[in-house]
């Protein structure tokens, strides 16, 4: 009981704001004045930063799919649900008609268009100038449809999706995996879900720890950027600010 006392006094010690604050200010003081030391220390920033990616991909997996799958096994949440998304899609279909219908017959902008007013003349010059420096900026082939979009969300390889850290992809195979442990054996539903609450708990307890040294992490990671950046930079920075 002791041990669990310390271990939290310890966490809300790492964890107060002044302790944050503090080590913000002393990681930008040492790497101010020991940029070489400050540049060794980046590299305990960048393992800290590391170990919370490690966790960030497995806990919305666990996460999405554990939450799929309780909306799948209750009825009151499915039927919610199924509310949900008729009156969702029948209010974005009311908003378009509207919206078309309200263009075809009121015309709105029509007279501001047809209006010889110099300022309105400057100002539709100025857009569409505007509009042809950005459609020249974007490569037109790179520009991604409604299609390719829908496509990007698909995860071809779960394994590739994971190491890139496509979180879209991987939601939508938290998705899949949540709805199809609803319709398998019972034995079977019952393990998949044990699974993933195992795994969401593992990576939790993991943050759980490495928050402790939160101070730390923000400390290595100040000093490094700092040192990286140069005292002739972030000094006429902090006077604007000031």
Known sequence: MSLISEKLTLRSFMQNPLV????????????????KAAADLQTYGDVFLAFLELCFIPLILASVT??????????????????????????????????????????????????????????S????????????????????TFGSFILSMVPRNIVVSLAN????????????????LGFIKP???KGGHRFFEALYEIFQRIIYAISIALPLGIFCLMAGEVAKVGPETILPMGSFIV
Do not use: Y
């Open 20 to 35: 944050i604050l503090l080590s913000i200010v002393g990681g930008g003081i040492v790497g101010m004045q020991f940029p």
């Open 66 to 123: 554990m939450s799929v799958h309780h909306l799948v096994q209750s009825t009151v949440a499915k039927q919610s649900m199924i509310r949900i998304v008729i009156v969702s899609f029948g209010f974005m279909a009311l908003a378009v008609m509207i919206s078309l219908l309200a263009g075809f017959f009121l015309h709105p902008g029509e007279t501001v268009l047809s209006s010889h007013s110099p300022r309105i003349h400057d100002i």
């Open 125 to 144: 010059l100025a857009a569409s100038v505007v509009e042809r420096q950005l459609s020249d900026a974007f490569d037109q082939d790179k520009v991604m």
């Open 165 to 180: 850290s496509k979180v879209f992809q991987i939601v939508v195979f938290g998705i899949v995996i949540g709805v199809t």
């Open 187 to 189: 034995e079977t539903e």
